[in-house]
């Protein structure tokens, strides 16, 4: 898009409503839907004024008659156009989490009075592009929104948008969510693993770096060589390797300080992905960071939110400023 068009759209989007964050659910109205002709209802104007003024030259009442007709269709149109947005109500935009740099697969969810047919409704925001198909009275649309940085995303102003039924206009109006939408920190992509729990509830799990044997097993495929039972192997002619015991806490403490001398970013990214790692593991933790009660000790879908949720939501680092 030239320069002066990416101006001119940016100029009447400010004067557009809404002008400021909004709360929902928000139904569209008549002083908040625009329509403007497309190039081909331009091009369409244009004909009708040449096949008119070649009608009336030539005092040809059939051409003026189709003329006349043409232009009552696209009079019409314009009135169609505006009636599939007319009373369509954007109930909620909503989106779960995902790490920094992956797309945020936002869902607007619609809803409109039955019985008026609604189609080719598209809903644009920013690059992403989706089209939102009503039934019944209800639908929704996901958008890919992509994310950049831990924290709180505004969703910013989603346009929907229609061309529908003959193409020659294009009726729009914007809906600006006010509730901001939640992106956890990128974990680390490799690290040191998880420190050692500890607590009241310590067990004890088999590792082959562990202290204490545990009992002899049956030679595996890719176990270490310093683990092979060399003499009880001898005296069962087969393999015997030693399983080690190891105690493993069952609550693991994640703790700002154990993440070593890191920059702060750094640090967020190894605590996200300890907490991740726990999870899978199905171990206890608890998270401790500064300037927030520590969370925990817990496990589940729910504790980890509330963990992810907190460091995505920590004061940026002085390395983040610096960038700018």
């Known amino acids: 898009m030239p320069r002066s068009a990416g101006t001119l759209r940016a100029w009447m989007e400010s004067l557009a409503r809404p002008r400021q964050p909004e709360a929902l659910p928000v139904a569209f109205d008549r002083r908040r839907i625009y329509i403007l002709p497309t190039a081909f209802g331009a091009f369409f104007f244009v004909l009708l004024c040449t096949m008119g003024i070649g009608a009336l030259n030539y005092n040809n009442n059939?051409?003026?008659?189709?003329?006349?007709?043409?232009?009552?269709?696209?009079?019409?149109?314009?009135?169609?156009?505006?009636?599939?947005?007319?009373?369509?109500?954007?109930?909620?935009?909503?989106?779960?989490?995902?790490?920094?740099?992956?797309?945020?697969?936002?869902?607007?969810?619609?809803?409109?009075?039955p019985g008026r047919e609604r189609r080719g409704l598209q809903v644009v925001h920013g690059d992403a592009l989706g089209w939102l198909a009503l039934q019944d009275g209800a639908g929704e649309v996901e958008l890919a929104?992509?994310?950049?940085?831990?924290?709180?995303?505004?969703?910013?102003r989603i346009r929907?948008?229609?061309?529908?039924?003959?193409?020659?206009?294009?009726?729009?109006?914007?809906?600006?969510?006010?509730?901001?939408?939640?992106?956890y920190p990128l974990p680390e992509a490799d690290g040191p693993s998880l420190p050692e729990g500890r607590g009241d509830d310590a067990q004890a799990r088999l590792h082959p770096a562990g202290d204490d044997v545990h009992h002899l097993r049956a030679y595996r495929r890719g176990d270490a060589r310093r683990a092979i039972a060399w003499k009880p192997s001898a005296r069962r002619d087969s393999l015997m390797v030693r399983e080690y015991e190891q105690p493993q806490g069952a609550d693991v403490v994640l703790s700002w300080t154990a993440t070593g001398p890191l920059a702060h970013?750094?640090?967020?990214?190894?605590?996200?992905?300890?907490?991740?790692?726990?999870?899978?593991?199905?171990?206890?933790?608890?998270?401790?960071?500064?300037?927030?009660?520590?969370?925990?000790?817990?496990?589940?879908?729910?504790?980890?939110?509330?963990?992810l949720r907190a460091l995505a939501l920590m004061p940026d680092g002085p390395e983040r400023f610096g960038r700018g």
């Open 62 to 113: 059939p051409a003026l008659l189709l003329v006349l007709l043409l232009g009552g269709a696209a009079n019409t149109s314009l009135i169609a156009a505006h009636l599939q947005l007319s009373g369509l109500k954007v109930v909620a935009v909503e989106a779960e989490p995902v790490p920094a740099g992956t797309p945020l697969r936002v869902r607007l969810h619609a809803r409109a009075a």
């Open 145 to 156: 929104v992509p994310t950049r940085r831990r924290g709180w995303l505004e969703p910013g």
């Open 160 to 183: 929907i948008a229609t061309t529908r039924p003959l193409g020659l206009a294009r009726a729009w109006s914007y809906v600006w969510p006010s509730e901001p939408l939640l992106v």
């Open 265 to 307: 970013e750094a640090r967020i990214a190894r605590l996200a992905r300890w907490v991740d790692e726990a999870e899978r593991q199905g171990r206890r933790y608890r998270l401790e960071v500064p300037g927030q009660p520590a969370l925990g000790p817990d496990r589940g879908a729910g504790h980890r939110h509330a963990c």
